[in-house]
């Protein structure tokens, strides 16, 4: 118990120095050396980043594939809850295509290098297929564009000098226009500029100017530190707290891990009642008004039984009037919190040393 009270006394006194670092510009600068920040503050413009793709689907569609991993598939993860779809959906993390496949699915290859070899294994597998699925490539390059041009898949090339993680609004829009002109769903384009239109006011309070008194990203932050870091959401928008989980991870080189509800009342919630007794985390909720009013009850029992046994969490309101609008908001405002953290561990949020480490010595 010695130990547990010192630990708090020392997060008060880190939280204490925090807020004061999260408003020194200089500090703030000097750590973000890639200007992390700088792209996140612009994030609504990606959105409104216009490819003018133009395609039309072959066959029939009667299901869709998105191959993606990591940042370069979170955008594919949303597309399951918006803007909801007429034909299956499924997010593939492997080196494997479903056995499913057929010439009446879409299978989209994402890969924002271009050279994720899990996504080029499946791409090659896709074209040797007798049974050929109608394919589109995006990328910034690398292996695919090769690919797509030498089999003249249709191709949409992502601006290029960004982390995967830092482009979730310019693959949406990608896979947006992609959605439209197969058919499988409209006026996603004209939703994703109007609900960007909103996000420039709500980016304002959230950058390094102002202050942590009035910046719910830096106060987040600052409950994030030292902790390992849950988030959780409901299914609906589960892709955010997925976002989060990766922003943490990859942005302030924290551990961090995401669950959704109903499915964390079921094996997860028992976890928090024994072991282990000192539970040094950092609890976040992404909650909706559009959530099913039983989704919301499962929060506050789940907070009610959990009282003294699960840190209390930091409820987070998804703000908007859309869910593509609580979509935006909750991705910006992840985005800054992560960044901040980063800063307040000391770290620059941008380099992934030892991804690309495991990525050479994977291809060795």
Request: aromatic share 8%; charged share 20%; proline share 5%.
């Amino acid at each position: 118990m010695y130990s547990l009270e010192i630990y708090h006394i020392i997060l008060r006194v880190v939280n204490k120095k925090g807020a004061v670092m999260l408003d020194d510009l200089k500090i703030i600068h000097s750590r973000d050396n890639q200007d992390a920040l700088g792209i996140t503050k612009k994030q609504s413009a990606q959105y409104r980043h216009a490819y003018n793709f133009q395609w039309q689907p072959s066959k029939p569609i009667n299901n869709l594939v998105i191959a993606g991993m990591g940042g370069s598939g979170l955008a594919a993860k949303f597309l399951s809850t918006w803007p909801g779809l007429s034909v299956p959906i499924q997010v593939v993390q492997d080196y494997n295509l479903p056995a499913y496949i057929s010439n009446n699915t879409l299978l989209i290859a994402v890969s924002y290098s271009g050279n994720t070899e899990e996504i080029v294994n499946i791409l090659d597998d896709a074209l040797k297929l007798p049974d050929q699925p109608m394919i589109i490539v995006i990328c910034d390059g690398g292996e695919l564009e090769d690919i797509a041009t030498k089999h003249q898949l249709p191709l949409i090339k992502i601006p290029v000098n960004y982390q995967p993680r830092m482009t979730f609004g310019y693959q949406l829009r990608a896979l947006s226009e992609a959605i439209e002109q197969s058919g499988l769903a409209s006026n996603l384009v004209t939703q994703l500029e109007e609900s960007s239109s909103k996000l420039d006011s709500v980016l304002d309070e959230f950058i390094e100017t102002k202050a942590t008194s009035s910046n719910l990203a830096k106060q987040i932050a600052l409950e994030m530190v030292g902790k390992s870091v849950v988030i959780y959401s409901s299914a609906k928008f589960y892709p955010i707290a997925y976002k989060w989980k990766i922003s943490v991870n990859e942005n302030a080189k924290s551990i961090s891990w995401a669950n959704q509800f109903p499915e964390f009342n079921h094996n997860e919630f028992i976890g928090w009642t024994s072991h282990p007794v000192d539970k040094p985390y950092s609890v976040i909720e992404l909650r909706s008004n559009l959530d099913n009013p039983r989704i919301l009850k499962r929060f506050e029992i789940t907070e009610q039984l959990l009282s003294g046994k699960k840190p209390a969490a930091e409820v987070v309101d998804l703000k908007g009037e859309t869910m593509l609008d609580q979509i935006m908001y909750g991705v910006a405002l992840g985005d800054f919190v992560s960044i901040y953290l980063a800063i307040l561990n000391g770290i620059d949020p941008t380099p992934v040393d030892i991804i690309e480490t495991f990525k050479d010595k994977l291809a060795n």
